[in-house]
């Protein structure tokens, strides 16, 4: 029995090592992707809860995106009880381009934010769909370069978000920590075997959302990015990833703890299910998971019981540490990123407890609010 333990652990291990290498390898190669020059008719659709905060500095974005092609901003609102409702309607008044859309309208069958996407992708005018978020911001050219990405063989473009650098300790995690699973996304992608994507930032075909849909989601809190991704592989599509500058997306920072947990254990909260979307996917959440336990284990023992397996655990965390480090620098080369060590460090130290505890949270996710709406 302890031999078998033994084995599975050792499995665990070198899984985990191994799609370390994957995401390194993968963000080396030279992939180069077609540039359509052609200006094409595009839907932006954006789902908004709650969001009169934010909403302005997002539509004024929007209004100022350099597109030449035909071009609408199809704005959801999601039941918001604030003053959302109103902010849109205003832009749509003195823009004809905005339109006001309820959360209403979409498949009652759905919740939380995918029956406001619903919503915002039945009422496209076009086939290409870009999606971004209200606590987002967006360069001029964002619609232009996500645009550009789409040609006949590509069907789903995968965005890059980045955090800003801000003075908090908490943002100093959230944004290494952003540019390490968005490299891990760029490098698996490169090597066509896409795992993952951000709601913030990317774009599909609508005839593929009318084949596949969110119905099969219905349960989960996220699923509009990841999960929905997952559904669209199995149909043998095209995906890139859109790692033009002019494309990044800034994301919303976090500098409240419980904040930032609650978003995280959000996102993690998909993991759960993921293998009934791609089992080689969740193998690898599983051993990322387990792998850290062990080394969280490892290093209780050897602190405080003298353990014996104080090599095992020196070797885990030296391979461990060499290939992640090698994951920051060519991801932040490739993404224009500017390199920071001691930051890379700080958040080395910081990951092991953040991934068992996203683990352990993911479980709980149904009682995590998401704009005021729960699965219970």
Avoid at 117 to 137: E, H, Q, Y
Avoid at 348 to 376: A, D, H, N
Wanted: hydrophobic share 45%; aromatic share 16%.
């Amino acid at each position: 029995m302890y031999l078998a333990i033994s084995y599975i652990i050792l499995l665990l291990i070198v899984i985990y090592m191994i799609s370390l290498l994957l995401y390194f390898a993968g963000n080396f190669l030279s992939v180069k992707n077609k540039i359509n020059e052609e200006p094409i008719p595009i839907s932006i659709i954006v789902a908004v809860k709650n969001g009169e905060k934010s909403l302005p500095m997002l539509l004024n974005d929007l209004e100022h995106q350099n597109y030449k092609g035909m071009i609408e901003y199809l704005i959801v609102d999601d039941e918001s009880t604030d003053n959302t409702k109103k902010i849109i309607k205003q832009f749509q008044n003195k823009n004809n381009k905005f339109i006001y859309i309820s959360s209403k309208e979409g498949n009652q069958q759905l919740f939380f934010k995918k029956r406001a996407l619903d919503a915002g992708i039945k009422n496209a005018k076009f086939d290409i769909l870009l999606f971004t978020d209200v606590d987002c911001r967006l360069k001029p050219s964002w619609a232009k370069s996500m645009a550009q990405s789409f040609h006949e063989d590509v069907d789903y473009v995968i965005g890059f978000s980045e955090v800003p650098y801000y003075n908090n300790i908490i943002t100093w995690f959230q944004r290494i920590d952003f540019l390490m699973l968005l490299t891990a996304a760029r490098g698996i992608c490169n090597l066509k075997i896409p795992f993952a994507s951000t709601g913030q930032n990317q774009a599909y075909r609508k005839k593929l959302y009318d084949e596949i849909g969110f119905l099969s989601l219905s349960n989960s809190i996220q699923g509009d990015d990841s999960l929905f991704l997952q559904l669209c592989i199995k149909n043998n599509i095209a995906v890139i990833f859109n790692d033009n500058p002019k494309s990044f997306v800034t994301s919303r920072i976090e500098t409240k703890f419980w904040n930032f947990i609650k978003q995280r254990i959000r996102w993690s909260g998909d993991a759960k299910i993921m293998w009934k979307f791609n089992k080689i996917f969740f193998s690898i959440i599983v051993a990322t998971f387990s792998t850290n336990l062990l080394i969280m284990i490892l290093t209780y023992e050897s602190i405080f019981l003298k353990s014996t397996y104080t090599s095992y655990l020196q070797y885990i965390l030296f391979i461990k540490f060499i290939l992640e480090l090698l994951i920051y620098i060519v991801g932040a080369l490739k993404l224009k990123f500017k390199l920071n060590l001691p930051l890379f460090l700080y958040w080395f130290i910081l990951e092991i407890p953040y991934v068992i505890c996203m683990g352990i949270g993911s479980i709980f996710v149904k009682y995590i609010s998401w704009r005021g709406q729960k699965t219970i």
